[in-house]
């Protein structure tokens, strides 16, 4: 999953008449080559392969297991199809909170304050509830991590993850639509997934690399040798519209008859016999309790929260709370636990005097539709997310080319839609909008969010209930280390360094010096302040992952094998966000689709190898 960043992209502006998504409507059932996929009524009894989780790594794997004519493979997938306003970049922020969305939050602050602006002191957490998954509410942000990242998972026992092993998958999926980066040895053309750089920037864009290159910065290519630096956002965009996995991975394939596609058919448990091996998926479809067998395996794609809720309401998961809430114990394993999360400084505001940045006012226009409708180009394919930027705190080894902060650039802020929508799906109190944002709705005002890339803090999540219908805990445990707070409070300088360049000097940029509600005692920008602004804004870019963790049997810790086994049981693979021994440096929506490309062979190697094994008994 994702790889879902910035509420709204900091776009935020009212739906677009009627009239734009009937032309969208008509662009898309008449000139788009691909139709939707079918979702299938009548289901077989037994499949070879079932497959919780149509999603960023789900729809990776149903499409690369049904390559074999021979398997049969359900995807069961808990909501609906994409539709036209999820199709348009612009609009992403309209998503959330919405059918679309598993609308989770996470659980008030018990002991390190977190999310404190926010209503209740809980942070909105959303996750796609559609097929897709969260690659259709995310911003489309395509990063792929670091080098370091993954040979760190080797290191950390999980042979065949080190970098070198996984570029070749990052490859696969990708078609890149920019020359220059395409006739890179990083980059690939013809695979399903499209990336290219959004057709329609603002002049700040520039700016931003501009101003980049003065602090000393290369413009690269952060997903190519090196990922210290800053580039224009490459994104999972075709033709201006959004390249959700299912639009990538299932509609090319709607009429394979070995696969069937189960929407709004919400998995309950996985089903077991007395040698522990999975038999299948119960789950609930229409009203109906329903159960599909399985003869090979069962793979859950469920995501960093649902993965690790339907292990545990299986009877996979730490045995003392599973006792707690009366589940058999299948498996003991760490499950829930290692929850990572990317988190920084929301609305984080620069203002500007020229009208160049994004704003409701400005762009909600017939003639801006109308170009997106008939030319699928302009404002509309812009996903709010112009630039993005690896920098090294004073935290980071500046030896080695892994930096520690992330920088997501926007033409725009939290008041640029002025009040509409962005202030409802963060979350944000009425008191907390009214102080700092409401007096600057007319401004010019552009953002940086500023993210650590590897939080020492980790949470997480546990049942609530063993009804897998009501939504598990989720307790990111963010900032309980000083050291996560040191390394953003570095970050925001930095951030202030690119508003002092001469290159946002050409348009007056400055911060917006008005005070954090609640951290009114400490002067502005000294630590104090921006460690209260942190704990009090807290803006999760909505990246959890680890909840089912990679690792070698020596590991206590570890939830699945490197084969993304689960330890303890037969038959039952985790392919998703949750298996990640350490979170990758950058979004990781990329990373999950690579999961879901190279766990797909390791699951055809493995058959291929049992079935030679077979044979050669047989033969005895």
């Not at 042979?159 to 070198?164: C, I, L």
């Not at 919400?266 to 609930?284: H, I, P, S, Y």
């Not at 959890?544 to 690792?551: C, E, I, L, W």
Request: charge should be neutral.
């Amino acid at each position: 999953m994702s790889g879902l960043t910035l509420p709204a992209a900091f776009l935020g502006w009212t739906l677009i008449p009627l009239l734009g998504i009937g032309f969208t409507m008509m662009r898309y059932n008449s000139i788009d080559p691909e139709t939707h996929p079918i979702d299938q009524r009548q289901l077989l009894s037994t499949y070879d392969f079932i497959v919780v989780g149509g999603g960023s790594a789900g729809a990776v794997v149903a499409n690369r297991l049904s390559e074999i004519p021979d398997w049969k493979v359900l995807l069961i997938e808990a909501g609906g199809d994409e539709n036209e306003v999820s199709d348009v970049p612009a609009l992403v922020g309209y998503l959330q909170l919405s059918e679309m969305d598993w609308m989770y939050q996470t659980a008030p602050p018990t002991n390190s304050p977190y999310c404190l602006a926010m209503v209740g002191d809980r942070c909105n957490w959303p996750r796609g509830k559609v097929l897709g998954g969260s690659s259709v509410l995310n911003a489309m942000v395509y990063v792929r991590g670091n080098r370091l990242d993954y040979d760190l998972w080797e290191r950390l026992g999980n042979p065949g993850w080190s970098y070198d092993d996984v570029l070749p998958y990052f490859i696969k999926s990708e078609d890149n639509r920019n020359p220059y980066l395409a006739r890179t040895a990083y980059h690939g053309t013809g695979g399903y997934l499209t990336v290219q750089e959004t057709p329609w920037r603002t002049p700040l864009s520039i700016a931003f690399l501009q101003a980049g290159a003065e602090l000393g910065y290369d413009n690269r290519d952060i997903n190519g040798a090196n990922q210290t630096g800053f580039m224009l956002t490459q994104a999972t965009i075709r033709r201006g519209s959004r390249c959700s996995t299912a639009k990538a991975f299932l509609r090319p394939i709607r009429n394979r008859a070995n696969l069937h596609i189960a929407m709004k058919a919400q998995a309950l448990k996985v089903t077991f016999n007395k040698d522990k091996r999975a038999t299948g998926v119960e789950f609930t479809r229409g009203g109906r309790v329903q159960h599909a067998r399985v003869r090979r395996e069962v793979v859950l794609s469920a995501g960093a929260i649902g993965s690790p809720q339907l292990l545990m309401v299986s009877g996979v998961g730490p045995k003392e709370h599973l006792e707690e809430m009366g589940i058999p114990v299948l498996a003991d394993l760490r499950v829930g636990d290692h929850l990572q999360d990317h988190v920084g400084l929301g609305g984080l505001t620069f203002l500007v005097n020229e009208p160049i940045t994004f704003k409701k006012d400005r762009f909600q226009s017939p003639s801006v539709a109308l170009e997106y409708i008939l030319n699928e180009r302009g404002p509309m394919t812009n996903q709010g997310v112009e630039g993005l930027a690896f920098v090294n705190t004073r935290y980071a080894d500046p030896s080695i080319d892994w930096p520690d902060m992330q920088f997501h650039f926007a033409p725009s802020s939290i008041s640029s839609d002025a009040g509409d929508n962005i202030r409802k799906i963060t979350g944000l109190r009425d008191s907390v909008y009214n102080t700092m944002y409401k007096p600057i709705q007319n401004a010019e005002a552009w953002s940086i969010l500023p993210l650590l890339l590897r939080p020492k803090s980790s949470g997480w999540i546990r049942l609530k209930s063993k009804n897998p219908m009501i939504y598990p805990e989720i307790v990111p445990n963010y900032f309980t280390h000083k050291e996560d707070i040191d390394i953003l409070v570095d970050g925001i300088r930095i951030a202030m360094q690119v508003s002092n360049s001469s290159a946002f000097q050409r348009f007056g940029s400055r911060p917006l010096t008005i005070k954090m509600p609640g951290c009114q005692k400490y002067p502005f920008d000294t630590y104090d302040y921006w460690e209260c602004a942190i704990r009090h804004f807290t803006f999760t870019i909505y990246h959890p992952t680890g909840t089912a963790k990679m690792g070698p049997n020596s590991d206590p810790t570890a939830v699945v094998d490197s084969r993304l086994r689960v330890y303890g049981v037969k038959g039952l693979r985790v392919v998703d966000a949750s298996i990640m021994p350490e979170i990758v440096s950058g979004n990781p929506n990329a990373p999950v689709i690579m999961i879901g490309e190279k766990a797909s062979d390791m699951i055809k190697e493995d058959w291929k190898m049992l079935r030679r094994e077979t044979r050669r008994h047989a033969g005895r």
